[in-house]
């Protein structure tokens, strides 16, 4: 009996003399007896004798019924890897899984590691780790169908996650120097109030069109970052035009040699390699020398007397004078 009344198609059996002398009878529920929908079921049962009379319902045994086949979800904590990078995933099932291991799950471009259970028994969590030196837009975790739920029920099918990015492989340098006009003879202070230019030559950077180029100083950052997000139009022409602005200054220091370089980084992240090395000089402090004395070479009066009143009747003079320090040559 199914809590109290018979199955829908009831289950009964004729008792064999073998099994009265065994003291017990196996009866088989067929699955269409009418079990109705899942949950908690009472069981019992009742003898009726060859005259027809109908003994108590006894033996109540509890059980529970699961027919639904279960499912799980898998999530990645970071869908586009850079370099360094690493995501944890979870698995989260419907009901607690038998028989789930590592060996149940599959990954693209990348390995699965320090696979454990929670102390949730619905979840399980691993951590995975991406190939170096690739890019693969398309992956997806896959756990198949050899583990069941604690009823014996099994997977209607492989589960896959939502797709994740891998991108692990960074621009590299710019190969070609960079480029400052203003830089022949050093970079005044009007001119680095006005914004130095500089080109940066792309070829061989493996750069597109959303990846950032910087410029550094020194190997780092200015102190107001340069920086310029390339367009299609750039990568096309392979170089691209920056300026570093009057405001950028508190990376330029004191004046003297310095050195630039350019960098990508890629929509992912991922930091190329410095490259593409320039040495200027940085040099904002006017001179200080002043002119310490002039002459005219016939600074004549009008009765040819010589005087030095520079007011003179000779067109044709040769101008003299002396400074008050010596000046640095600037080639």
């Not at 529920?29 to 027809?52: E, F, M, N, P």
């Not at 696979?115 to 198949?144: H, K, M, R």
Request: charged residues 10%.
């Amino acid at each position: 009996l199914l809590a109290g009344s018979s199955f829908a198609t009831p289950v009964t059996h004729t008792i064999t003399g073998g099994e009265v002398t065994a003291g017990s009878a196996s009866v088989t529920i067929a699955s269409a007896s009418g079990w109705g929908s899942d949950g908690s079921k009472t069981l019992t049962a009742r003898v009726t004798d060859v005259a027809g009379n109908v003994g108590a319902a006894g033996g109540s045994l509890a059980v529970t019924l699961n027919t639904v086949a279960p499912t799980v979800s898998i999530s990645l904590s970071d869908t586009i890897l850079k370099v360094g990078d690493t995501a944890t995933v979870t698995f989260t099932f419907s009901s607690a899984p038998s028989g789930f291991d590592a060996n149940d799950v599959a990954v693209q471009n990348g390995l699965l590691s320090a696979f454990s259970a929670t102390s949730n028994p619905l979840v399980y969590t691993a951590t995975f780790t991406p190939t170096n030196d690739l890019e693969d837009a398309t992956n997806v975790v896959t756990v198949g169908t050899g583990w069941t739920d604690s009823t014996s029920n099994t997977s209607a099918g492989s589960t896959n996650s939502a797709n994740y990015i891998v991108d692990t492989r960074p621009p590299t340098a710019p190969s070609a120097a960079l480029a400052v006009a203003v830089a022949s003879n050093g970079i005044s202070a009007a001119e680095k109030a006005a914004g130095v230019a500089v080109t940066v030559d792309l070829a061989g950077t493996g750069a597109v069109a959303g990846d950032t180029v910087e410029l550094l100083i020194g190997g780092v950052s200015f102190g107001t970052a340069v920086t310029h997000t390339l367009t299609g139009a750039e990568i096309t022409a392979g170089s691209v035009s920056m300026s570093i602005g009057s405001g950028s200054g508190s990376g330029w220091s004191s004046d003297g040699s310095k050195t630039l370089t350019a960098r990508v980084t890629d929509v992912a992240g991922n930091v190329g390699t410095a490259g593409g090395s320039l040495t200027v000089s940085l040099d904002t402090v006017a001179p200080t020398t002043t002119i310490s004395t002039v002459a005219f070479s016939a600074d004549t009066a009008a009765n040819s007397t010589t005087n030095s009143d520079f007011i003179t009747k000779t067109s044709a003079q040769t101008i003299s004078g002396t400074l008050s320090g010596t000046l640095a040559l600037s080639l």
